[in-house]
């Protein structure tokens, strides 16, 4: 399974942003996937994460009813849409993925995720 992740890029406050990873090597039908970030000196974080029926979706709390997290299994795409960004939100993007027989679910343990993309920057200015 190979990951490409892109769409980062400097943006203002408020700003609205997309960020796509295509999927290669296998269907999102067998994958649970999920946006992670890392910000300057902190630890990658979780942000959002698909279910591998695209049902199931989960947030963190930072993110919550600003940013979405959607799949297009005919582009084998998944995206993060971030609204009413925040100079916090700043950070390197990555999406992930892992193969699993959990449909409805999605993967919740960070270090469980096997496939990973290279990673887009998002910078926010304030």
């Known amino acids: 399974v190979q990951l490409q992740a892109s769409g980062g890029g400097l943006v203002q406050a408020g700003d609205s942003r997309r960020l796509s990873c295509v999927v290669s090597g296998h269907t999102l039908n067998d994958l649970s996937l999920g946006w992670f970030r890392q910000a300057p000196g902190k630890e990658r974080e979780m942000v959002a994460a698909i279910s591998r029926s695209g049902g199931g979706t989960w947030y963190t709390d930072s993110i919550k009813g600003r940013f979405t997290i959607s799949r297009d299994t005919a582009k084998n795409t998944v995206y993060l849409q971030m609204n009413s960004l925040k100079p916090e939100d700043t950070a390197v993007y990555y999406c992930?993925?892992?193969?699993?027989?959990?449909?409805?679910?999605?993967?919740?343990?960070?270090?469980?995720?096997?496939?990973w993309g290279q990673g887009t920057l998002v910078t926010v200015s304030s």
């Open positions: 992930a993925a892992i193969l699993t027989l959990r449909r409805g679910i999605p993967c919740l343990k960070k270090d469980a995720y096997d496939y």
